[in-house]
């Protein structure tokens, strides 16, 4: 017979093990859309997926995996943006050509603007919009109260609209 907390964590093992095998692709579109660069997200997916692992033992409801793993990569994303956002210097990205064969200049645009936000910005408007998550979902994930939310997503749009207006403002003075 096995004891409780070997029992325990037999479960948290294959809770973490059938969503590390059918969760990554909803993963990767997270880290995706948080991060803006698939190679970059492929990473921190994988990142996420090796600390998960690593920490299966620290889950205390295996019926609460994907919201235990969602917070890892939450938190492996945020520190990347950190890392990549102390480091940056704003380019301007790629044009993309969507399947028309014409470039998709207002994504560029909200693209680049999301590029320049905080980190913290990035991750609730990932989550908000990319995962499609309540103000209270984003709370509990990101162990934050729902205030601190609202005031980021507020802060978040304020500066996207602030940046955009910024790059329209530049882009009709060098047309002139």
């Known amino acids: 017979m096995l004891s409780m907390a070997t029992e325990a964590g037999l479960e948290a093992d294959d809770a973490v093990r059938r969503l590390l095998v059918a969760g990554l692709p909803q993963a990767r579109r997270l880290a995706t859309y948080m991060l803006r660069d698939p190679h970059d997200a492929e990473d921190a997916v994988q990142e996420a997926a090796a600390l998960a692992w690593s920490r299966r033992r620290d889950l205390r409801d295996p019926q609460a995996v994907e919201a235990w793993f969602s917070r890892i990569l939450t938190n492996v994303c945020r520190k990347q943006l950190e890392r990549s956002h102390k480091s940056a210097h704003v380019v301007a990205p790629e044009p993309i050509v969507d399947p028309n064969g014409e470039i998709a200049t207002e994504r560029d645009e909200l693209d680049?603007?999301?590029?320049?936000?905080r980190p913290d910005e990035q991750v609730v408007l990932g989550l908000r919009y990319g995962r499609d998550m309540t103000v209270s979902q984003i709370a509990a994930l990101a162990g934050?109260?729902?205030?601190?939310?609202?005031?980021?997503?507020?802060?978040?749009?304020?500066?996207l609209r602030a940046i955009i207006d910024a790059g329209r403002r530049r882009e009709s003075e060098t047309v002139r």
Do not use: D, F, N
């Open 112 to 117: 680049g603007a999301i590029a320049q936000l």
């Open 144 to 159: 934050i109260p729902e205030g601190t939310v609202k005031s980021r997503l507020h802060s978040a749009h304020e500066h």
